[in-house]
C-alpha cells in the first residue's frame, strides 16, 4: 500500500513555462487536495475535490488548475509559471471532509526562475 | 480570517525529557483538530486527532490536550527521542477545510 504518492519530487520551471504535478493515491479515499507550503507559512490549500469529476477552489486557487478524471488521481496544472509560485506543494487525500485525517504525499519542491 | 498559532516556533528539549508544543486557536466553532509531524524534506505525517467532545486524548507516547475555554491545544510527547526531532503543526476545522498552524520546531539534543 503506497499511500499517497506525487511526480515529480523536484522541478525546475523558467517563468511563463507549464507543467503538471500527478498525485495518486491507493486508498480508494474520496476526498483530493492540493497544498502549498511556504516558509513561515502554514498549509494553503490551493484546490480541492470532492469526488471524482469534481474539483472546488482553496484558499490560494488563482494560476492553477486541476483535474480528477480518475478517482485515484489529482493533477494540478501551471499554465504560466510565475516566480511567486515557487513553492512545494503537498497532495493530500482523505475519506471525508473537514474531520478526518488527510494523508499526504512526500511533496514536490517547484522553484520558477 | 481564521488563524491557527504557536507560542514558541523553536522548542530544545534533552532526550529522554517531555516535550510539550502548544497551538492558540481562533474559532469557537471548530470541532475537529489534529497534529501533525514534518520531517525535513518529507510530507506531513498524522499524530493524532482529538474532537472537541473531549479534552485529552493519549496515543503511543503522545497525549494531545484541548482546552475550548481558552482555546488551546497541546501535544504532549513522553520521553523525547533524537526521531521526533521535526516540526510539528496543528490544524483545526473552523469550516469544512482544515487550517493549517505554521509549525513548531522540535529539536532534540543528546
Known amino acids: 500500500n503506497a499511500g499517497v504518492t506525487q511526480t515529480p519530487k523536484f522541478r525546475v520551471l523558467k517563468t511563463g513555462q507549464s507543467m503538471t504535478l500527478l498525485c495518486a493515491q491507493d486508498m480508494n479515499h474520496e476526498y483530493m487536495y492540493w497544498y502549498r507550503q511556504d516558509p513561515g507559512m502554514g498549509l494553503r490549500l490551493i484546490h480541492y475535490?470532492?469526488?471524482?469529476?469534481?474539483?472546488a477552489k482553496g484558499e490560494v486557487p488563482d494560476g492553477y488548475n486541476v483535474s480528477r478524471l480518475k478517482k485515484q488521481n489529482f493533477l494540478l496544472g501551471l499554465e504560466s509559471a510565475a516566480p511567486s509560485q515557487t513553492s512545494v506543494y503537498f497532495c493530500?487525500?482523505?475519506?471525508?471532509?473537514?474531520?478526518?485525517?488527510?494523508?499526504f504525499g512526500p511533496g514536490t519542491r517547484l522553484t520558477v526562475t | 480570517g481564521e488563524s491557527v498559532g504557536l507560542h514558541l516556533p523553536t522548542l530544545s528539549v534533552q532526550e529522554g525529557d517531555n516535550s510539550i508544543i502548544n497551538c492558540a486557536y481562533s474559532?469557537?466553532?471548530?470541532?475537529?483538530f489534529i497534529w501533525y509531524k514534518q520531517e525535513s524534506g518529507k510530507g506531513p505525517q498524522f499524530i493524532i486527532d482529538?474532537?472537541?467532545?473531549?479534552d485529552k486524548r493519549q496515543g503511543q507516547r503522545v497525549t494531545v490536550l484541548l482546552n475550548k475555554t481558552v482555546k488551546h491545544l497541546s501535544l504532549q510527547i513522553a520521553a523525547t527521542q533524537p526521531g521526533d526531532s521535526a516540526v510539528y503543526f496543528c490544524a483545526e476545522n473552523p469550516t469544512d477545510k482544515l487550517i493549517f498552524g505554521t509549525g513548531t520546531r522540535l529539536q532534540v539534543f543528546p
Open positions: 474559532n469557537s466553532a471548530s470541532d475537529y
Open positions: 482529538i474532537r472537541s467532545n473531549m
Open positions: 493530500a487525500s482523505s475519506t471525508g471532509l473537514g474531520s478526518y485525517e488527510q494523508y
Open positions: 475535490s470532492v469526488g471524482e469529476g469534481t474539483t
